[in-house]
């Protein structure tokens, strides 16, 4: 089992930057494949973005190519999102997820495990 811990988040203005963490417990965390959703009010879960276990491997919503860039370090048992040139539209919880297989990215129900979400507000 895999416990997953959101950090980073905050209130920042449009153009600014943030980098989210996102902590794993357990020795089995290169196992994972990790992803990035996030859920504004009154909607559903989107995929923002992913990463293969050995990080080699990335993929993005089309909404935040060039914007954020996903990354890991087995070594910390951590998955980071870095997020550029935020936008208004990009308020939102954050939640990172872990998964087993390095498919069916985008479906949040194709997730294992969850973390409780960190707070992302951007203001215009």
């Known amino acids: 089992q895999v416990q997953l811990v959101e950090s980073g988040g905050g209130l920042v203005q449009a153009g600014d930057s943030l980098r989210l963490s996102c902590a794993a417990s357990?020795?089995?965390?290169?196992?994972?494949?990790m992803g990035w959703f996030h859920q504004a009010p009154g909607k559903e879960r989107e995929f923002v973005a992913a990463?293969?276990?050995?990080?080699?491997?990335?993929y993005y919503a089309d909404s935040v190519k060039g914007r954020f860039t996903i990354s890991r370090d087995n070594a910390k048992n951590t998955v980071y999102l870095q997020m550029n040139s935020l936008k208004p539209e990009d308020t939102a919880v954050y939640y990172c997820g872990a998964k087993t297989r390095w498919s069916n990215l985008i479906s949040r129900y194709q997730y294992d495990y969850w973390g409780q979400g960190t707070q992302v507000t951007v203001s215009s």
């Open positions: 357990g020795r089995t965390f290169s196992s994972y494949a």
């Open positions: 990463i293969s276990r050995s990080g080699d491997s990335t």
